[in-house]
């Protein structure tokens, strides 16, 4: 085990793995808890499943355990190809650090220690429809969407690529959602930072639907945890008090098919 905690202390981490007993990677992000709020398929059993914006993995290995028979991870390797708005595309402090070993290093690692067969490949959710990748039961598009300038392309490109169901798992402006029942999102609403858009409820829904999805099932509003990789200190007092009030770190995870 000495052994294994020394090769997740060669990277840096972005997600929270459990990799073995009593060992997790030290992520930024615990996305633990909110594994068993998904409105997952009744049976994964067999299917060929997709994560889009993998990282180091979570999601993949996840529905890996749940039983898929084959899981494809998607990431993409080089910065320069990443939706960064302009002011962002020389390096920024919010956005997840490289790891030592190169792109997708953090996931072969987390798949070595956890004997997984899932395969990551550097590729663009824009680029699926082209890329030899062959058709997918499952598709899971995990925080990903509002880091992306064309999150309806994103999707329709999932579409093209999707014979069943895809989940959507993303922020929310709990304010828009809860005062707007229409769709919505808010364009770029923290400076500095990588995201292009935080929808309400509605205008997720509505994103799924004009790529040509049926919303039809979701998980309820979620609250996302800190890892153990983050420093506490450093998180703003008043994003602190807002998590710890509920205002902020609200997300939805829909199903659509």
């Known amino acids: 085990m000495s052994n294994a905690a020394d090769l997740i202390a060669t990277q840096r981490w972005w997600h929270t793995i459990d990799v073995g007993p009593g060992l997790a ?3 930024s992000w615990d996305l633990r808890p909110m594994a068993e709020r998904m409105p997952w398929p009744a049976s994964l059993a067999g299917a060929r ?8 993995g979570f999601w993949a290995f996840e529905m890996e355990r749940r039983g898929a028979g084959e899981v494809v991870a998607i990431d993409v390797a ?6 960064l708005p302009v002011g962002l595309r020389g390096g920024n402090g919010s956005s997840p650090q490289p790891t030592r070993a190169g792109p997708g290093a953090t996931f072969r690692v987390a798949a070595e220690l956890l004997k997984s067969r899932a395969a990551w490949q550097d590729l663009s959710v824009y680029d ?5 990748v062959g058709r997918f039961d499952l598709v899971f598009v995990g925080y990903t969407l509002n880091l992306l300038r064309d999150p309806v392309g994103a999707l329709e490109a999932i579409r093209g690529v999707c014979d069943g169901a895809v ?3 993303d922020e929310l402006s709990l304010l828009l959602t809860l005062l707007y029942p229409g769709p919505l999102a808010k364009l770029a609403p923290r400076a500095g930072y990588q995201e292009w858009w935080v929808f309400n409820a509605a205008g997720l829904r509505r994103a799924l639907t004009l790529a040509g ?3 039809e099932a979701e998980s ?3 609250k996302h945890h800190p890892g153990p990789g983050v420093n506490r200190a450093r998180v703003p007092v008043g994003y602190r008090l807002r998590h710890a009030a509920g ?6 995870a829909i199903r659509a098919a």
């Open 25 to 27: 990677t030290p992520g």
């Open 49 to 56: 499943c997709l994560d889009v914006g993998t990282m180091d």
């Open 78 to 83: 080089d910065r320069a190809r990443l939706d």
């Open 128 to 132: 699926l429809s082209t890329a030899p």
């Open 167 to 169: 989940i959507v798992l």
């Open 213 to 215: 999805f049926r919303p």
């Open 220 to 222: 309820g509003l979620l």
């Open 247 to 252: 205002l902020a770190g609200v997300s939805l």
